[in-house]
């Protein structure tokens, strides 16, 4: 057994799950299956340290999605820098708090696709609505209303850890 592996299973065993760089939907299945395996075992809460500069839409939201359909509580640990759809996987925690020194970066997720006139219009609704379902998160964890929070992630507004507690992205600073 690696030496990553080890350290992996002794943290799933004390119900902390590390999310860190490239949230993708390799990365978004393997934290959704820990969380359901952690669920099964209990309802004590789980602990989830995030740090991803780059989170595709599609995956965090389905890591948000896997955080509320368990009943265990989620305790998430922003660290380093959270960006973007990231932002989702925080706002769906039950508990929100980061570390002194995280950067938080509020940007709209990017749109890319190819394919026909057809499929590139169904994708874009598809991405519409999946930009309105990361808009409600947001929008529920923090208080403030959709269109405050579309307009800061359209120019990508940088929070630090103090400034994101009073946008109300976290409600503790480690």
């Known amino acids: 057994m690696s030496v990553e592996q080890e350290l992996a299973d002794r943290l799933l ?7 860190g760089g490239r949230l993708d939907d390799a990365l978004a299945g393997h934290v959704t299956a820990q969380l359901l395996l952690l669920d099964a075992d209990s309802n004590d ?18 890591v948000a999605g896997a955080i509320d359909l368990i009943s ?12 973007g759809a990231a932002i989702a996987v925080l706002a769906a925690a039950a508990q929100r708090e ?11 997720p990017r749109f890319t696709a190819a394919g026909t006139a057809d499929q590139l219009a169904t994708l874009a609704e598809q991405h519409e609505r999946q ?5 409600d998160l947001i929008a529920n964890a923090t208080g403030r209303p959709s269109t405050e929070i579309a307009a800061d992630l359209d120019p990508g507004r940088v ?14 600073i480690r």
Do not use: C
């Not at 980061?98 to 709209?108: G, N």
């Not at 929070?159 to 503790?172: F, M, Q, R, S």
């Open 98 to 108: 980061a570390q002194r020194h995280t950067m938080f970066v509020l940007s709209t």
């Open 13 to 19: 065993a004390q119900r902390t799950i590390l999310v």
């Open 159 to 172: 929070l630090n850890a103090d400034e994101a507690k009073d946008y109300g992205l976290i409600t503790n």
């Open 131 to 135: 930009f309105a379902r990361l808009l």
């Open 45 to 62: 809460l789980v602990t989830l340290h995030l740090s991803s500069a780059d989170a595709d839409l599609d995956a965090a939201l389905s």
């Open 72 to 83: 265990s509580p989620v305790h998430a640990v922003a660290r380093g820098t959270v960006r």
